[in-house]
Protein backbone atom coordinates (compact mmCIF):
# COMPACT_ATOMS: atom_id res chain seq x y z
CA UNK A 1 0.00 0.00 0.00
CA UNK A 2 1.49 3.34 -0.96
CA UNK A 3 1.83 6.31 1.92
CA UNK A 4 1.89 9.31 -0.46
CA UNK A 5 -1.26 11.40 0.25
CA UNK A 6 -1.77 14.03 2.68
CA UNK A 7 -3.97 13.10 5.39
CA UNK A 8 -6.16 15.90 7.62
CA UNK A 9 -6.45 15.80 11.32
CA UNK A 10 -9.48 16.94 13.35
CA UNK A 11 -7.82 20.35 14.32
CA UNK A 12 -7.68 21.15 10.42
CA UNK A 13 -3.86 20.86 10.58
CA UNK A 14 -2.18 17.84 7.89
CA UNK A 15 -1.46 14.43 9.08
CA UNK A 16 2.23 13.15 8.24
CA UNK A 17 1.96 9.98 6.21
CA UNK A 18 4.74 7.51 6.46
CA UNK A 19 7.59 8.60 3.92
CA UNK A 20 9.71 5.21 4.38
CA UNK A 21 7.18 2.33 4.66
CA UNK A 22 8.30 -0.18 3.10
CA UNK A 23 11.14 0.71 2.50
CA UNK A 24 13.19 1.39 5.91
CA UNK A 25 10.62 -1.50 8.14
CA UNK A 26 7.62 -3.05 6.83
CA UNK A 27 4.45 -1.42 5.28
CA UNK A 28 2.10 -4.43 6.43
CA UNK A 29 0.99 -3.36 9.70
CA UNK A 30 0.43 -7.34 10.99
CA UNK A 31 4.32 -7.80 9.79
CA UNK A 32 5.59 -4.62 10.98
CA UNK A 33 4.09 -5.66 14.76
CA UNK A 34 5.89 -8.91 14.67
CA UNK A 35 9.14 -7.69 14.31
CA UNK A 36 9.07 -4.82 16.65
CA UNK A 37 7.71 -6.96 18.99
CA UNK A 38 10.17 -9.33 18.78
CA UNK A 39 13.08 -7.29 18.51
CA UNK A 40 11.48 -5.90 21.89
CA UNK A 41 11.34 -9.35 23.93
CA UNK A 42 14.93 -9.59 22.81
CA UNK A 43 16.17 -6.62 24.76
CA UNK A 44 15.75 -6.92 28.72
CA UNK A 45 15.89 -3.79 30.30
CA UNK A 46 17.45 -3.35 33.64
CA UNK A 47 17.61 0.11 35.00
CA UNK A 48 15.06 2.42 35.85
CA UNK A 49 13.84 4.95 33.33
CA UNK A 50 16.42 7.59 31.50
CA UNK A 51 15.99 11.20 30.88
CA UNK A 52 17.34 10.64 27.81
CA UNK A 53 18.13 8.15 25.22
CA UNK A 54 20.17 7.80 21.76
CA UNK A 55 18.89 5.83 18.98
CA UNK A 56 19.84 4.62 15.54
CA UNK A 57 17.99 5.32 12.51
CA UNK A 58 18.62 2.60 9.81
CA UNK A 59 16.54 0.10 7.94
CA UNK A 60 15.24 -1.92 10.78
CA UNK A 61 17.01 -5.40 9.77
CA UNK A 62 20.50 -3.23 10.14
CA UNK A 63 19.76 -0.98 13.46
CA UNK A 64 16.47 -2.36 14.51
CA UNK A 65 18.09 -4.79 16.79
CA UNK A 66 20.00 -2.06 19.04
CA UNK A 67 17.52 0.61 18.68
CA UNK A 68 15.65 -2.29 20.69
CA UNK A 69 17.78 -2.03 23.83
CA UNK A 70 16.32 1.47 24.17
CA UNK A 71 12.25 0.76 23.57
CA UNK A 72 12.90 -2.29 25.46
CA UNK A 73 13.38 0.09 28.32
CA UNK A 74 10.89 2.84 27.52
CA UNK A 75 8.02 -0.44 27.41
CA UNK A 76 8.88 -1.28 31.05
CA UNK A 77 8.27 2.02 32.39
CA UNK A 78 5.25 2.89 30.07
CA UNK A 79 3.22 4.32 32.91
CA UNK A 80 5.95 7.19 33.57
CA UNK A 81 5.80 8.70 30.17
CA UNK A 82 3.70 11.26 28.80
CA UNK A 83 5.10 12.53 26.10
CA UNK A 84 8.33 12.24 23.78
CA UNK A 85 10.72 14.80 22.36
CA UNK A 86 12.57 13.02 19.33
CA UNK A 87 15.49 15.20 17.98
CA UNK A 88 17.66 14.09 14.51
CA UNK A 89 19.07 14.99 11.57
CA UNK A 90 17.82 16.09 8.26
CA UNK A 91 19.34 14.01 5.75
CA UNK A 92 17.51 15.48 2.44
CA UNK A 93 16.74 18.86 3.27
CA UNK A 94 19.87 21.74 4.62
CA UNK A 95 18.11 23.43 8.41
CA UNK A 96 19.98 25.75 10.09
CA UNK A 97 19.33 25.56 13.78
CA UNK A 98 15.48 23.32 14.33
CA UNK A 99 13.06 22.97 12.10
CA UNK A 100 9.69 21.85 13.85
CA UNK A 101 6.97 19.53 12.78
CA UNK A 102 3.52 21.36 12.26
CA UNK A 103 1.61 18.53 12.04
CA UNK A 104 -1.57 17.84 13.96
CA UNK A 105 -0.01 14.06 14.08
CA UNK A 106 2.80 11.52 12.02
CA UNK A 107 1.04 8.19 11.07
CA UNK A 108 2.73 4.77 10.38
CA UNK A 109 1.31 1.24 9.36
CA UNK A 110 0.32 1.08 12.88
CA UNK A 111 -1.67 4.31 13.23
CA UNK A 112 -1.47 8.10 14.47
CA UNK A 113 1.06 9.66 16.95
CA UNK A 114 -0.40 12.88 17.77
CA UNK A 115 1.76 15.75 17.59
CA UNK A 116 2.51 17.69 20.99
CA UNK A 117 1.00 21.23 20.88
CA UNK A 118 3.86 22.81 22.80
CA UNK A 119 5.61 22.91 18.97
CA UNK A 120 3.72 26.22 18.58
CA UNK A 121 4.85 27.44 21.55
CA UNK A 122 8.68 26.73 20.96
CA UNK A 123 8.48 28.33 17.55
CA UNK A 124 6.83 31.01 18.92
CA UNK A 125 9.81 31.87 21.48
CA UNK A 126 12.54 31.43 19.16
CA UNK A 127 13.64 27.76 19.95
CA UNK A 128 13.10 27.03 16.60
CA UNK A 129 10.71 27.49 13.50
CA UNK A 130 7.97 25.59 12.56
CA UNK A 131 8.99 23.82 8.71
CA UNK A 132 7.80 20.63 7.51
CA UNK A 133 9.90 20.58 4.24
CA UNK A 134 12.55 19.15 6.33
CA UNK A 135 10.07 16.08 7.43
CA UNK A 136 8.33 14.85 4.84
CA UNK A 137 11.08 12.74 3.38
CA UNK A 138 12.91 12.03 6.51
CA UNK A 139 13.55 8.86 7.98
CA UNK A 140 15.55 9.61 10.96
CA UNK A 141 12.14 10.60 12.55
CA UNK A 142 9.87 8.16 11.46
CA UNK A 143 11.76 5.13 11.83
CA UNK A 144 11.64 5.29 16.04
CA UNK A 145 7.07 5.58 15.62
CA UNK A 146 6.48 1.83 15.21
CA UNK A 147 8.63 1.19 18.12
CA UNK A 148 7.28 4.02 20.12
CA UNK A 149 3.84 2.72 19.40
CA UNK A 150 4.35 -1.04 19.92
CA UNK A 151 6.56 -0.23 23.88
CA UNK A 152 4.05 2.90 24.76
CA UNK A 153 1.06 3.36 22.51
CA UNK A 154 -0.25 6.73 20.92
CA UNK A 155 2.03 8.87 22.54
CA UNK A 156 2.82 12.61 21.71
CA UNK A 157 5.76 13.45 19.93
CA UNK A 158 7.37 16.17 19.42
CA UNK A 159 9.36 15.95 16.13
CA UNK A 160 12.17 18.48 15.53
CA UNK A 161 14.99 18.76 12.58
CA UNK A 162 18.25 19.61 13.63
CA UNK A 163 20.72 21.13 11.42
CA UNK A 164 23.69 23.16 11.39
CA UNK A 165 23.92 24.75 14.96
CA UNK A 166 26.04 25.61 18.02
CA UNK A 167 26.14 22.68 20.82
CA UNK A 168 24.65 25.29 23.44
CA UNK A 169 21.93 26.17 20.70
CA UNK A 170 20.81 22.42 20.67
CA UNK A 171 20.79 22.76 24.36
CA UNK A 172 18.52 25.59 24.89
CA UNK A 173 16.11 23.99 22.24
CA UNK A 174 16.16 20.48 23.91
CA UNK A 175 15.61 22.39 27.77
CA UNK A 176 12.93 24.21 26.74
CA UNK A 177 11.05 21.38 24.39
CA UNK A 178 11.03 19.64 27.85
CA UNK A 179 9.55 22.78 29.76
CA UNK A 180 6.82 22.95 27.38
CA UNK A 181 5.22 20.18 29.76
CA UNK A 182 8.21 18.33 31.72
CA UNK A 183 6.54 15.68 33.47
CA UNK A 184 6.64 12.46 32.23
CA UNK A 185 8.97 13.59 29.18
CA UNK A 186 12.29 11.56 27.65
CA UNK A 187 14.03 12.99 24.95
CA UNK A 188 15.37 10.47 21.66
CA UNK A 189 18.20 11.35 20.31
CA UNK A 190 18.13 9.78 16.57
CA UNK A 191 21.89 8.92 15.29
CA UNK A 192 23.65 6.77 13.65
CA UNK A 193 27.52 6.57 14.15
CA UNK A 194 30.59 5.80 11.88
CA UNK A 195 29.56 5.48 8.12
CA UNK A 196 30.92 3.27 5.35
CA UNK A 197 34.38 2.15 6.78
CA UNK A 198 35.40 -1.23 7.57
CA UNK A 199 34.09 -3.14 10.62
CA UNK A 200 37.76 -3.09 12.20
CA UNK A 201 37.77 1.19 11.37
CA UNK A 202 34.27 1.63 12.60
CA UNK A 203 34.55 0.31 15.88
CA UNK A 204 37.73 1.93 16.60
CA UNK A 205 36.09 5.34 15.33
CA UNK A 206 32.63 4.80 16.97
CA UNK A 207 34.87 3.87 20.82
CA UNK A 208 36.09 7.22 20.48
CA UNK A 209 32.57 8.99 20.06
CA UNK A 210 30.96 6.90 22.48
CA UNK A 211 34.24 7.72 24.85
CA UNK A 212 33.31 11.30 23.95
CA UNK A 213 29.72 10.34 25.27
CA UNK A 214 31.12 9.12 28.22
CA UNK A 215 32.76 12.06 29.15
CA UNK A 216 30.19 14.41 28.26
CA UNK A 217 32.30 16.04 26.20
CA UNK A 218 30.24 16.97 22.70
CA UNK A 219 33.24 18.90 21.33
CA UNK A 220 34.85 15.89 20.51
CA UNK A 221 32.62 14.36 18.54
CA UNK A 222 33.38 15.04 15.13
CA UNK A 223 30.77 15.83 11.91
CA UNK A 224 32.01 12.75 10.32
CA UNK A 225 31.42 10.52 14.18
CA UNK A 226 27.75 10.75 13.31
CA UNK A 227 24.90 11.78 10.66
CA UNK A 228 23.15 13.25 13.50
CA UNK A 229 25.83 15.35 14.91
CA UNK A 230 24.17 18.25 15.96
CA UNK A 231 21.24 16.43 18.01
CA UNK A 232 24.03 14.39 19.35
CA UNK A 233 26.51 17.28 20.46
CA UNK A 234 23.18 19.17 21.87
CA UNK A 235 21.93 16.07 23.35
CA UNK A 236 25.34 15.31 25.24
CA UNK A 237 25.66 18.67 25.97
CA UNK A 238 22.19 18.88 27.31
CA UNK A 239 23.30 16.34 29.41
CA UNK A 240 26.37 17.61 31.03
CA UNK A 241 23.83 20.68 32.02
CA UNK A 242 21.55 18.46 33.95
CA UNK A 243 24.51 16.39 35.42
CA UNK A 244 23.33 13.17 33.93
CA UNK A 245 24.93 10.14 33.64
CA UNK A 246 25.98 8.76 30.49
CA UNK A 247 25.65 4.44 29.75
CA UNK A 248 26.23 2.82 26.72
CA UNK A 249 23.44 -0.02 26.69
CA UNK A 250 24.40 -1.49 23.67
CA UNK A 251 27.00 -0.75 20.52
CA UNK A 252 26.99 -2.70 16.90
CA UNK A 253 27.53 -2.19 13.19
CA UNK A 254 25.74 -3.57 10.63
CA UNK A 255 28.26 -6.54 9.93
CA UNK A 256 26.60 -7.66 12.85
CA UNK A 257 23.87 -8.38 10.54
CA UNK A 258 24.68 -8.38 7.31
CA UNK A 259 27.96 -10.44 8.08
CA UNK A 260 29.38 -8.01 5.66
CA UNK A 261 32.84 -6.37 7.56
CA UNK A 262 33.89 -4.70 4.51
CA UNK A 263 31.89 -1.21 4.31
CA UNK A 264 29.80 -0.80 7.92
CA UNK A 265 27.70 1.69 9.81
CA UNK A 266 27.82 2.19 13.35
CA UNK A 267 25.03 1.87 15.53
CA UNK A 268 24.64 3.28 19.60
CA UNK A 269 21.99 2.34 22.25
CA UNK A 270 22.91 4.92 24.85
CA UNK A 271 21.20 6.26 28.54
CA UNK A 272 21.50 9.38 30.28
CA UNK A 273 20.22 9.08 33.82
CA UNK A 274 20.26 11.16 36.72
Known sequence: ????HRLVGTSGRSVRPPAVAGQF???????L??????????AVPDEPLAAAYVVPHAGYRYSGPTA???YARLR????????V???????HVPV???AISTAAGWRTPLGELPVDPGAATMAKDGHGVLDDRPHRTEHAIEVQLPFLQRALGPVPVLPIAVGSSTGDDIVVTISAAIEVDEPGTVVLCSTDLSHYLSDEQARRQDDRTLQAVADLAPERIGVRDACGVFALRGTVGWARHNRLTPRVLYHATS???TGDPSRVVGYPAISFSA
Open 1 to 4: MPFT
Open 25 to 31: YPADPDE
Open 33 to 42: TRLVDGMLAL
Open 68 to 70: AHV
Open 76 to 83: AHAGEIRR
Open 85 to 91: VIVGPSH
Open 96 to 98: SGC
Open 255 to 257: AET
